[in-house]
């Protein structure tokens, strides 16, 4: 079917060229017109964060549930007359022109604390959100700064704390700086412009259509803002590697004496087939992701699904038909000498160091696996929360509005726990709940500062404010949650009320222990399946056993690496983070689900020419070498790419982005040289023929999936050269 595909692509190439276009541009149009906005919920149903959530959303405290800042810096002090008016009608005009917006200021009664007690040149006013898209979000914090901005006193500053008000550090540059590094690892790989432009075309228009189909679902679904630059990352890295898998195989079939047509044909039924089985592995293995049961990881998962398939499906309809454009002048305006074809050459530097590895296995073997679990050791100490805006860089508002409130208060007022309570009683739970503020005001360890209690007007629920001591990010912050909920607020109101922690800084603790809860069975899924896919396809049970327990290991690699940077520090200046942070909860979910599908590309190239040559050989070692020698140059040209694109997000602003570009980036370097090169040979080559064990009664039930070409090389070139000889006579 591959093979006609191909044919029919080849052939009516210009009508698949435009149907692309059209499709590129239609759908951008499309999610133009239509609109919407990214959302991001962290629902989380049975935590107590959520239930204090559920509470302010039922009562007249729905404009509770985001907070933000507005601090400020006065050298004459806050108190100044002018100073204290032109703050004063900034607080009025934000309440004035944002709907869903209320400011607590701090020349009000209830915000006299907003005022530094031992610097009274600093204050802030706290800006309380209803419930809103990203975008809205966005917005909003735009016309809030906007109107900061016609603020003019002397020796005044301002800054804005919250993530409405943040630098958007999704811009496209990164990605921008990916593909350019691509570009040069092609042209050094062929040595030709038309040979590299090929992944890098299909690749764009891949992901284009993929990302605009995206922008439409966002309608559809909860998509969190940085939804686009994940599908990007993940997108423009396979759409580069599977383009080029498919552009080295049709390479090898020119060199080898076939005709353009043959050699697109070949390529698609051979590399192709990989490709698909490759990028499906990947797509489920994001959509595992499901499995942890919320919006936010649903919506991502579903998006960069999209993006894969759409790069696979350009990867054996489009890069066909541009190939057929192309035909025999790939090799056409070269760079430099023009590059060697590896079409198998025993003489190669490939060939012999898989001979290297296959003469001493073991060794290697204990070689890579130490150098792995050295790697994986600071994975042993993760620590999953969230950055705060101490971790932005120096120049973002948040950060600087962050440093003000840190340089007056303590860090502890930039992440508030809000305490949150139903009281039917009325006066009684009020009163409950005041005793609990004194309490808190002790002072409780960790406690910077508890505010009185507040009802809303129907008397239905009251609300109050703890200030920790420490930074939102904070390990202590975290224990401090915990010591609220389960000894100090049982302790002071005992039954007398029901007090739920909640708010920003609560809310990211509960959605790390859940994570952390749900990870295991997300694991323990992916690599179920995985197996079994490997097992369908190469009809074995050690193969895909070895790849597996591979794959883990060079995940764990990057687990262990991206700990070391961002929790341990070391080398972070040397990308832009100022402190240590805990990794962010949803990363290793992500990098995991990512990763592992990445890897088992690699895995399914490699074996899939190694099995090849084992079925027409017989011979295991002969065929470790052969399959390494042919895939070796390729897969360490697309494990580059993948480094450099992912790679280029270490070197963003958002902290977040930076741990998932370091981890995917580390994962796939260990993946292509330890792993590859080294583990795999060394395995193969000790397990021998067991390789390819399956039981027999096992192998009988298995149904059949190929991703080999129903013909070989030689076959192509046999039926090729009888027509040639039948068109002579």
Request: with cysteine; glycine share 10%.
């Given at each position: 079917?591959l093979?006609?595909?191909?044919?029919t692509?080849?052939r009516?190439?210009r009508?698949?060229?435009?149907?692309?276009?059209?499709?590129l541009i239609?759908t951008?149009m499309?999610s133009?017109?239509?609109?919407?906005?990214?959302?991001?919920?962290f629902?989380l149903?049975?935590?107590?964060?959520?239930?204090?959530?559920?509470l302010l959303q039922?009562?007249?405290f729905?404009?509770?549930?985001v907070?933000g800042?507005?601090?400020?810096?006065a050298?004459n002090g806050?108190?100044?007359?002018a100073?204290?008016?032109?703050?004063q009608?900034?607080?009025?005009k934000?309440?004035?022109?944002?709907?869903?917006?209320?400011?607590?200021?701090?020349?009000?009664?209830e915000?006299?604390?907003?005022?530094a007690?031992?610097?009274p040149?600093?204050a802030?006013?706290?800006?309380?959100f209803a419930d809103?898209?990203?975008?809205q979000?966005?917005?909003d914090?735009?016309k809030?700064?906007?109107?900061?901005?016609?603020?003019?006193?002397?020796r005044l500053e301002i800054?804005y704390?919250?993530?409405m008000?943040?630098t958007?550090?999704?811009?496209?540059?990164?990605?921008?700086?990916g593909?350019?590094?691509a570009?040069?690892?092609l042209l050094?790989?062929?040595g030709?412009v038309l040979?590299?432009?090929?992944?890098?075309?299909?690749?764009?228009?891949g992901?284009?259509?993929?990302?605009?189909?995206?922008?439409?679902?966002?309608?559809?679904?909860?998509?969190?803002?940085?939804?686009?630059?994940?599908?990007?990352?993940?997108g423009i890295?396979?759409?580069?590697d599977?383009?080029?898998?498919i552009?080295?195989r049709?390479?090898?079939?020119?060199?080898a004496?076939?005709?353009?047509?043959r050699?697109?044909?070949?390529?698609?039924d051979?590399a192709g087939?990989?490709v698909?089985?490759?990028?499906?592995?990947v797509m489920?293995s994001?959509?595992?992701?499901?499995?942890m049961?919320?919006?936010i990881m649903?919506g991502v998962?579903?998006?960069?699904?999209?993006?894969?398939?759409?790069t696979?499906?350009?990867?054996?309809?489009?890069l066909?038909?541009?190939?057929?454009?192309?035909?025999?002048n790939?090799d056409k305006?070269k760079?430099?000498?023009?590059k060697?074809v590896?079409?198998?050459?025993?003489?190669?530097?490939?060939y012999?160091w898989?001979?290297?590895?296959?003469?001493?296995?073991?060794?290697a073997?204990?070689?890579?696996?130490?150098?792995?679990?050295?790697?994986?050791?600071?994975?042993?100490?993760?620590?999953l929360g969230?950055?705060d805006a101490?971790?932005?860089?120096?120049?973002?508002t948040?950060?600087?509005?962050?440093d003000i409130v840190s340089?007056?208060f303590?860090p502890?007022?930039?992440?508030p726990?809000?305490l949150?309570?139903?009281?039917?009683?009325?006066?009684a739970d009020?009163?409950?709940?005041?005793k609990?503020?004194?309490?808190?005001?002790a002072?409780?360890?960790g406690?910077?500062f508890?505010?009185?209690?507040?009802?809303?007007?129907e008397g239905?629920?009251?609300?109050m404010?703890?200030?920790?001591t420490?930074?939102?990010?904070?390990?202590e912050?975290?224990?401090?949650v915990?010591?609220?909920?389960?000894d100090?607020?049982?302790?002071?109101?005992a039954?007398?009320?029901?007090?739920?922690?909640g708010?920003i800084?609560?809310?990211a603790?509960?959605?790390?222990?859940?994570?952390?809860?749900?990870l295991?069975l997300f694991?323990g899924?992916?690599l179920?399946?995985?197996f079994?896919?490997?097992?369908?396809v190469f009809?074995s049970?050690?193969?895909?056993?070895?790849?597996?327990?591979?794959?883990?290991l060079?995940i764990g690699a990057?687990?262990g690496?991206?700990v070391a940077?961002f929790?341990?520090?070391?080398?972070?200046?040397?990308?832009?983070v100022?402190?240590?942070?805990p990794?962010?909860?949803?990363?290793?979910?992500?990098?995991?689900?990512?990763?592992?599908?990445?890897?088992?590309?690699?895995?399914?190239?490699?074996?899939?020419r190694?099995?090849?040559?084992?079925?027409?050989?017989g011979?295991?070692?002969?065929a470790?070498?052969d399959?390494l020698?042919l895939?070796?140059r390729?897969?360490?040209a697309?494990?580059?790419?993948?480094?450099?694109?992912f790679?280029s997000f270490?070197?963003g602003s958002e902290?977040?982005?930076?741990i998932?570009?370091?981890?995917?980036a580390?994962?796939?370097?260990?993946?292509a040289?330890?792993v590859?090169?080294?583990?795999?040979?060394?395995?193969?080559e000790?397990?021998?023929d067991?390789?390819?064990?399956?039981p027999?009664?096992?192998?009988?039930?298995?149904?059949?999936?190929h991703i080999?070409?129903?013909?070989?090389?030689?076959d192509?070139?046999?039926?090729?050269h009888?027509?040639e000889?039948v068109?002579?006579?």
């Amino acid at each position: 079917m591959l093979e006609r595909l191909a044919r029919t692509m080849y052939r009516r190439r210009r009508r698949v060229l435009v149907a692309w276009i059209v499709l590129l541009i239609g759908t951008f149009m499309l999610s133009s017109a239509i609109g919407g906005a990214f959302h991001t919920e962290f629902k989380l149903p049975g935590t107590e964060s959520q239930a204090a959530f559920d509470l302010l959303q039922k009562s007249s405290f729905r404009d509770r549930q985001v907070q933000g800042q507005i601090a400020f810096r006065a050298e004459n002090g806050v108190d100044d007359p002018a100073v204290e008016e032109a703050m004063q009608g900034l607080f009025d005009k934000v309440e004035a022109t944002i709907s869903g917006v209320t400011v607590v200021s701090p020349y009000s009664p209830e915000g006299e604390r907003q005022i530094a007690p031992d610097n009274p040149t600093i204050a802030y006013a706290e800006i309380n959100f209803a419930d809103r898209s990203n975008e809205q979000f966005r917005e909003d914090g735009k016309k809030i700064k906007e109107l900061g901005d016609q603020v003019h006193v002397p020796r005044l500053e301002i800054q804005y704390g919250g993530d409405m008000f943040a630098t958007n550090p999704i811009n496209g540059v990164t990605e921008a700086v990916g593909i350019a590094a691509a570009m040069i690892i092609l042209l050094i790989a062929f040595g030709s412009v038309l040979a590299m432009g090929l992944p890098i075309g299909t690749a764009l228009f891949g992901i284009g259509t993929g990302v605009a189909i995206v922008l439409i679902m966002r309608n559809f679904l909860d998509m969190p803002e940085f939804t686009t630059a994940a599908v990007a990352m993940v997108g423009i890295g396979v759409g580069i590697d599977y383009a080029l898998f498919i552009v080295t195989r049709y390479r090898e079939n020119l060199a080898a004496g076939l005709d353009p047509e043959r050699s697109v044909a070949h390529s698609v039924d051979t590399a192709g087939r990989a490709v698909l089985f490759a990028g499906s592995t990947v797509m489920i293995s994001v959509l595992g992701l499901w499995l942890m049961k919320t919006s936010i990881m649903r919506g991502v998962s579903i998006a960069i699904a999209v993006g894969v398939l759409t790069t696979m499906l350009a990867s054996v309809t489009l890069l066909p038909a541009l190939l057929g454009f192309v035909g025999r002048n790939i090799d056409k305006l070269k760079i430099g000498r023009r590059k060697r074809v590896d079409t198998g050459d025993r003489k190669s530097g490939w060939y012999r160091w898989s001979r290297v590895i296959q003469r001493r296995p073991l060794p290697a073997l204990i070689g890579g696996l130490v150098v792995l679990l050295l790697l994986t050791v600071p994975l042993l100490s993760m620590r999953l929360g969230f950055a705060d805006a101490g971790n932005r860089p120096a120049k973002d508002t948040t950060r600087r509005a962050y440093d003000i409130v840190s340089e007056g208060f303590g860090p502890g007022f930039n992440g508030p726990l809000l305490l949150a309570a139903e009281t039917p009683n009325g006066g009684a739970d009020v009163a409950a709940l005041s005793k609990l503020s004194d309490a808190l005001n002790a002072p409780v360890p960790g406690v910077a500062f508890a505010t009185r209690p507040q009802a809303n007007a129907e008397g239905t629920v009251a609300i109050m404010q703890v200030f920790p001591t420490t930074d939102p990010q904070a390990r202590e912050t975290a224990e401090l949650v915990s010591r609220l909920r389960d000894d100090v607020i049982p302790s002071v109101v005992a039954k007398q009320v029901d007090v739920k922690v909640g708010g920003i800084t609560a809310a990211a603790d509960d959605f790390a222990n859940y994570t952390a809860g749900r990870l295991p069975l997300f694991i323990g899924a992916v690599l179920l399946l995985s197996f079994l896919l490997l097992m369908l396809v190469f009809r074995s049970l050690l193969v895909p056993l070895k790849a597996v327990i591979m794959n883990l290991l060079s995940i764990g690699a990057a687990f262990g690496v991206i700990v070391a940077v961002f929790q341990w520090g070391w080398g972070a200046s040397l990308i832009g983070v100022g402190r240590s942070t805990p990794i962010e909860a949803w990363a290793p979910v992500f990098i995991f689900a990512i990763v592992f599908g990445l890897s088992m590309d690699y895995e399914v190239f490699l074996l899939s020419r190694i099995r090849e040559e084992y079925d027409r050989t017989g011979d295991n070692a002969t065929a470790v070498a052969d399959g390494l020698a042919l895939t070796a140059r390729v897969i360490t040209a697309a494990a580059a790419i993948m480094v450099c694109v992912f790679g280029s997000f270490v070197f963003g602003s958002e902290v977040a982005l930076k741990i998932m570009g370091l981890g995917l980036a580390v994962a796939v370097l260990v993946d292509a040289t330890v792993v590859r090169l080294v583990l795999v040979p060394s395995t193969m080559e000790l397990l021998g023929d067991w390789n390819w064990w399956i039981p027999k009664w096992l192998d009988r039930v298995l149904p059949r999936v190929h991703i080999e070409a129903g013909k070989s090389l030689e076959d192509e070139l046999v039926e090729l050269h009888e027509q040639e000889s039948v068109e002579v006579h």
